[in-house]
Nanobody, 122 residues
Framework: QVQLVETGGGLVQAGGSLRLSCAPS????????MGWFRQAPGKEREFVSA????????YYADSVKGRFTISRGNAKNTVYLEMNTLKPEDTAVYYC???????????????WGQGTQVTVSS
């Protein structure tokens, strides 16, 4: 059963921006920490960013720090990833994640979305 649904992926030129959204499909995640991971072809799924349940604390991988911003909606049930100054190496399938604790590792995630493709052309 799909618990989290991502939207907002697409094709963008290097230097451009995209905004990803993640919303629950069947239950509330307002008491969960949430995050984003990504997986490029031939590579392992890696941590991108996370936010605690209240939205007060955010975490970023070094590779996206200063370019990506994670946030939660007013009802704390949705999460967004604003991606600026995109690079070709950001090309990947981006997955939304929810967890009881802040998810910075794959094994810390309780729920996954199905993923949305982000492609950055050079």
């Amino acid at each position: 059963q799909v618990q989290l649904v991502e939207t907002g992926g697409g094709l963008v030129q290097a230097g451009g921006s995209l905004r990803l959204s993640c919303a629950p499909s069947r239950r509330t995640f307002s008491n969960y920490a949430m995050g984003w991971f990504r997986q490029a072809p031939g590579k392992e799924r890696e941590f991108v960013s996370a936010i605690n349940y209240s939205g007060a604390n955010t975490y970023y991988a070094d590779s996206v720090k200063g370019r990506f911003t994670i946030s939660r909606g007013n009802a704390k049930n949705t999460v967004y990833l604003e991606m600026n100054t995109l690079k070709p190496e950001d090309t990947a399938v981006y997955y939304c994640a929810a967890a009881r604790g802040v998810p910075t590792r794959r094994d810390e995630v309780d729920y996954w979305g199905q993923g949305t493709q982000v492609t950055v052309s050079s």
